[in-house]
C-alpha cells in the first residue's frame, strides 16, 4: 500500500504524457488527465470498510441495481477470492415502469446483464460524472429494441437512466476507476425489476414480463451461488449463464443471440447449486401463492421511483414505484439528511396531472377506499394514485384487485370518470428545461462536491459479457489506462 501513491503518480505522468501525443487527434484527451472530478478518492470511511471486508482498493468490482428498492450495490472482491457487498446506495431517482427498455424515447431504464469498460466512463458528463450502461447489447438487438446513451449518472434526473446525487455518482465512478487501475478489463452491471426473491416473484406472477424476469433470475442466482461473476453469453434470443465447452471439445465456444445455441454444459457444481436454489425459491413462491399473497397493483400514470430517503426530503413528493426493503441495510432513520445533493430541478414520481384532475370526480369513492399501501411524503396524491388503480382492472395484466361497487344512487358520470381513469396518462412535464446529451460537462455544474457515506460491500476472471454496444471514444479515459493493458 505504500507503493500506491507513487505507482498512481507514475501511471498519471504516462497518462498525460499520451494525451499530449494523441492532442492532434482528440482534443479532449489532455483534459481527461487533469479533470479533477473523475480523480476524486475514493474516501477514507469506505477505504476502511474496505480493509475490515478483507479487500483491496483496487481489487474487481460488481454492481447491481433495483428499480422497485431503488437501490444499487457495489460488490468488491475480497482476498479470499470471492464478491461480498461492500456498500448500498439509495438511488435518488430512475424513470419508467418495471420492466425491459424496448424502444427509443420510451423512457425505460433498462433491465439485463451489461459489461462497463473504461471506454464507457464519461469524466466530462452534463450530469456531473456518468457511465454508460451498454445498452442494448447483443439479446436487446437480437430483439429489435433500441435506444442509446442509457447512464448512470449524477443530478437525480433521469429519462431512461439510473440516477443518483453528484456525491453518490463521484464515489461509484471513483470504485470503478480504481478496480480499471487494479487490471480489471470490464466490471459487470446487473439491472433487476426488484430483488428476485420468491415474495417479489409471488406480488408480480401476473405480470406480463415475467418470462423475462425468470430468465434474469438464472443469472442473480449464479452469483447468489457462487459469489463470483457471472459469464454472460447469448443465443437464441435468450441469456446463457456460465456456459462451459462440453467434454471432449476441441474448438471454444462461439455464441450468436439470434443463432442456435451451439453445445455447452455449465460446470456441475454450478449447476447443482442453482437448482438447489431455484427448487426452494419455487416452493416457497408456490406457499405464498397458496396463501392468497396479494397482485402488485397497477399505479396509472407515474413515471419511476425514487428512493424513500429521497423523497422524505422533498415537499409533497412520493416514492412512486419504488418500495421499501426491510431488509436492506438503507434504512430511513439512519438519515439525518438526503446522502447528497438533490439540486432544485429534481422531478420526484407523482401522479401524472391529468390523472389527479380525474381522480377530483370520485372524491365520495375516495372518502370510504383506503389505499393499499402508505408511501412516503404526500399522502393525498399518492392515495389518489393508489385509489384509480385498486377500482380498475386493466385489460390484459392479469391483475385481480377487486373493484369497488358504486352505490345505486351514484350519478352514471361517476363511473364513466372512473372508466376513464384507467387509461395511461403522459408523463409529468419536466420541472426543468431537459438537459443535452450526456456528452459535454455543464458549466453551471461544480467541479468538486464533498463525497457522502450512507454506509451499506471468488478471484473472479472477470468476464466480459460478448455484443455490448459500441460507444463513442470521445468523453472517456479509456487511452488512459491503454500504456498498461
Not at 34 to 44: I, M, S
Not at 116 to 122: A, E, V
Not at 237 to 265: E, I, R
Not at 319 to 325: F, K, N, R, V, Y
Request: charged share 20%.
Amino acid at each position: 500500500m505504500t507503493r500506491t501513491p507513487l505507482l498512481r503518480a507514475l501511471l498519471a505522468s504516462a497518462a498525460i504524457a499520451a494525451s499530449a501525443v494523441l492532442a492532434g487527434c482528440n482534443s479532449d484527451q489532455m483534459s481527461l488527465a487533469r479533470n479533477a472530478k473523475a480523480n476524486q478518492p475514493v474516501p477514507p470511511k469506505l477505504v476502511a470498510a474496505m480493509q475490515d471486508k478483507n479487500m483491496d482498493l483496487q481489487s474487481p468490482i460488481l454492481v447491481r441495481l433495483f428499480k422497485q428498492e431503488a437501490e444499487l450495490e457495489v460488490w468488491k472482491q475480497d482476498r479470499s477470492g470471492v464478491y461480498a457487498l461492500l456498500k448500498t446506495y439509495p438511488i435518488c431517482r430512475w424513470s419508467g415502469d418495471l420492466g425491459p427498455k424496448i424502444r427509443e424515447g420510451d423512457r425505460q431504464a433498462p433491465e439485463g446483464f451489461y459489461s462497463i469498460s473504461p471506454g464507457q466512463m464519461n469524466p466530462q458528463s452534463s450530469y456531473y460524472l456518468s457511465f454508460n450502461t451498454g445498452y442494448p447489447n447483443a439479446f436487446d438487438k437480437s430483439l429489435g429494441r433500441t435506444g442509446s446513451q442509457l447512464m448512470v449518472h449524477g443530478d437525480c434526473s433521469s429519462r431512461g437512466c439510473y440516477a443518483m446525487t453528484d456525491e453518490q455518482i463521484a464515489e461509484i465512478y471513483a470504485l470503478g476507476r480504481e478496480s480499471f487501475f487494479g487490471g480489471q478489463r470490464a466490471f459487470q452491471l446487473q439491472a433487476y425489476p426488484f430483488k428476485m426473491t420468491p415474495v417479489n416473484f409471488a406480488k408480480h406472477r401476473n405480470n406480463p414480463n415475467m418470462p423475462f424476469w425468470r430468465m434474469l433470475k438464472q443469472g442473480y442466482d449464479h452469483f447468489e451461488v457462487t459469489r463470483q461473476e457471472p459469464k454472460v453469453d447469448f443465443c437464441e434470443q435468450k441469456y446463457v449463464f456460465d456456459a462451459a465447452p462440453p467434454p471432449g471439445a476441441t474448438k471454444p465456444l462461439a455464441f450468436n443471440a439470434s443463432a442456435k445455441c451451439p453445445a455447452y454444459t455449465v460446470p456441475a457444481d454450478i449447476a447443482d447449486a442453482v437448482r438447489e436454489k431455484d427448487h426452494k425459491d419455487q416452493t416457497k413462491l408456490a406457499e405464498l401463492i397458496s396463501k392468497g399473497t396479494p397482485v402488485a397493483r397497477l399505479r396509472t400514470g407515474i413515471d419511476g421511483g425514487m428512493h424513500q430517503v429521497f423523497a422524505s426530503k422533498i415537499p409533497d413528493a412520493s416514492t412512486g414505484l419504488s418500495e421499501a426493503d426491510d431488509s436492506s441495510p438503507v434504512a430511513l432513520a439512519a438519515f439525518d439528511r438526503a446522502p447528497g445533493t438533490i439540486p432544485p430541478t429534481v422531478n420526484p414520481p407523482r401522479p401524472s396531472d391529468n390523472l389527479l384532475q380525474k381522480a377530483s370526480e370520485t372524491t365520495a369513492v375516495a372518502a370510504t377506499t383506503a389505499p393499499s399501501t402508505p408511501r412516503v411524503a404526500s399522502a393525498t396524491k399518492d392515495d389518489i394514485g393508489g385509489l384509480l388503480s385498486g377500482l380498475s382492472r386493466r385489460v390484459g395484466s392479469g391483475e385481480t384487485t377487486a373493484s369497488t361497487t358504486p352505490p345505486p344512487s351514484s350519478p352514471p358520470q361517476v363511473v364513466t370518470a372512473r372508466r376513464q381513469d384507467t387509461m395511461p396518462a403522459p408523463p409529468r412535464p419536466q420541472a426543468a428545461v431537459p438537459k443535452p446529451a450526456d456528452t459535454k460537462q455543464a458549466a453551471t455544474k461544480p467541479q468538486l462536491k464533498p463525497s457522502v457515506d450512507t454506509g451499506a460491500a471468488k478471484p473472479a476472471t472477470t468476464a466480459t459479457i460478448t455484443g455490448a454496444a459500441p460507444v463513442v471514444s470521445s468523453n472517456n479515459f479509456d487511452s488512459r489506462f491503454s500504456a498498461f493493458r
